[in-house]
């Protein structure tokens, strides 16, 4: 038999005793809550899940990803697909179509492509790799300018290497691979290593 005087014995007997307590005033007992319960239900949260973010309109989509840059209609449903069906992608399309968004004639389509090579001219790429990038994007090719893209691709050399290059044919191997990752012609190339004021 348990001592009175033992803990679990003075536990019994308080919770004995708060149970007569609340009986003769008239209380309802309280019965086991799960405590992540009551925490749940005081703040009226229990286990309530979290509403996802309404989906933007196929027209919303499209205004974002033209206010960043100009996109080609082959890029805008590139990046749509996926996301919505075939038919809001063809309405959303039609529609920046009709509002100008996107080319919507051959001129329009030129003078974006224009755009686009000139960028990449700018990033010191080569007339090989404007014209893959530019079909890749579902534009038309543009005019090139053999003696800028010379011009070009002399400045590149001497900006990377002019300082440390040498006579040498692993120089000249040098050269002529880094202006073909750049996408320039091999005919820009042999002028370059040949013909140019590098004269290796």
Known sequence: MAKLNSPSSKR???????RNSQAQNGEEPPKNIDPRGASNLETGSANTPRQARPQPSVHIKIMDMLARRDHSEKEVRQKLKGKFTQ???EVGVARAR????IPNSPEDLLRLSEKVAESLRRRGKG?????????????VEVANNPQEELEKAIELVENKFFK???????????????LMSRG???DVIRKVIYGSTFKF
């Open 184 to 186: 320039f012609s091999s």
């Open 164 to 178: 440390s290059l040498k006579k040498s044919a692993p120089d000249r191997a040098k050269v002529g691979r880094f």
């Open 98 to 101: 009709e509002a100008g968004w």
């Open 127 to 139: 007339p090989k790799y404007i014209s893959q990038f530019l079909r890749q994007k579902g534009l």
């Open 87 to 89: 038919e809001e992608i």
């Open 12 to 18: 019994f007997y308080r919770k004995k005793f708060q």
